[in-house]
């Protein structure tokens, strides 16, 4: 009998300085480590869907079973309904980029810009049936604090870039300069927000895209959306 309960104080005893240990382990491993160690590129295209650009990009992305985020312009969204469909269909996030993409219009007042984000984000619903809740601001948001505050309280989760490959900015460029300008903006950094865009005149993006994907799976970065 005696022999019953030292086993069972020795059972406890063991118990005790096993917990102790997972909960010191707890405590000295903060939660967030593996994640803000993690490489992580975010692939976004703003200013689509175009038909030929976009496809061609949807097509490179599947081949690579990458996802990426796609802002929509809604307007131009209007006669190319299916690629806005395959861009859902396919596991993409849509997020809202604007319905016209008309700055004077659109940052006119603040109630102007929420009316043209509800008309980006109603159409979108109407063709998927997706609710977007991602946004990235015409232009960049990068120096509108007010507007930020403005839709951050209205639900909307705002995205700007912190790497690019420029291709609004280099006229005629390569896809080899846009992958150069990719690794050269995206260098030294863990959480890759890449900034390119799908609308028409863009074929060079498409281009560029399988060399931006194999370079970033060569540096053992992860395929992030939003
Ligand atoms: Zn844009």
Redesign the pocket.
């Known amino acids: 009998m005696q022999k019953k309960v030292i086993a069972v104080a020795v059972f406890f005893a063991a118990l005790l300085v096993f917990l102790t240990h997972l909960g010191a382990r707890a405590t000295a491993t903060p939660v967030f480590t593996y994640a803000s160690e993690e490489k992580c590129v975010y692939l976004t295209f703003?200013?689509g869907p175009s038909t030929v650009v976009t496809n061609r990009i949807l097509d490179t992305l599947k081949k690579e079973n990458v996802k990426a985020t796609f802002?929509i312009?809604s307007d131009r969204a209007k006669s190319r309904k299916e690629t806005l469909l395959r861009i859902a269909e396919e596991g993409h996030t849509v997020g809202i980029?604007?319905a016209t993409?008309r700055y004077s219009e659109i940052y006119a007042s603040l109630q102007s810009l929420l009316q043209d984000v509800t008309a980006c984000a109603d159409f979108i619903h109407s063709v998927t049936g997706i609710t977007p809740r991602v946004y990235?601001f015409?232009?960049g948001g990068f120096h509108r604090a007010k507007e930020t505050q403005f839709l951050k309280e209205k639900g909307y989760q705002i995205v700007e870039w912190n790497a690019s490959c420029r291709d609004?900015e280099i006229v005629n460029a390569t896809p080899q300069r846009l992958f150069e300008e990719t690794v050269a903006t995206a260098l030294g950094k863990n959480r890759v927000v890449l900034l390119m865009?799908d609308?028409a005149p863009h074929k060079a993006t498409a281009d560029a895209l399988p060399l931006i994907i194999s370079y970033f799976r060569e540096q053992d970065f992860s395929f992030c959306s939003f």
């Open positions: 703003d200013d802002f312009v980029h604007s993409h990235r015409p232009g609004e865009h609308s």
